[in-house]
């Protein structure tokens, strides 16, 4: 799945830490709505341009994310994130 550009997991009831993706393509990353947990990862997709990660149960704060040059929106929820807005 090296070429799979938009990958959408929301309402999927997912449970646990956001794994490492290996999509080197990815586009877009829907995450929102699940019950994941743990901390968001420094992610390493360098076509990346939104991450949904809005309505789980994520805590700590938010990567630099410097691994995601492309990156032009960031969607989560402030119920356990420390809101420390990283330079993009």
Do not use: V
Request: hydrophobic share 40%; aromatic share 14%.
């Amino acid at each position: 799945m090296p070429k799979l550009k938009y990958l959408n997991l929301q309402h999927q009831k997912l449970k646990g830490s956001i794994p490492d993706f290996k999509l080197p393509n990815l586009i877009r990353l829907q995450l929102n709505e699940n019950k994941l947990t743990g901390s968001i990862p420094d992610f390493n997709l360098p076509f990346l341009e939104y991450l949904g990660l809005s309505a789980n149960l994520l805590e700590g704060s938010i990567p630099n994310f410097n691994n995601l040059p492309k990156l032009f929106l960031l969607a989560c929820s402030a119920e356990f994130i420390d809101w420390f807005y990283p330079k993009f």
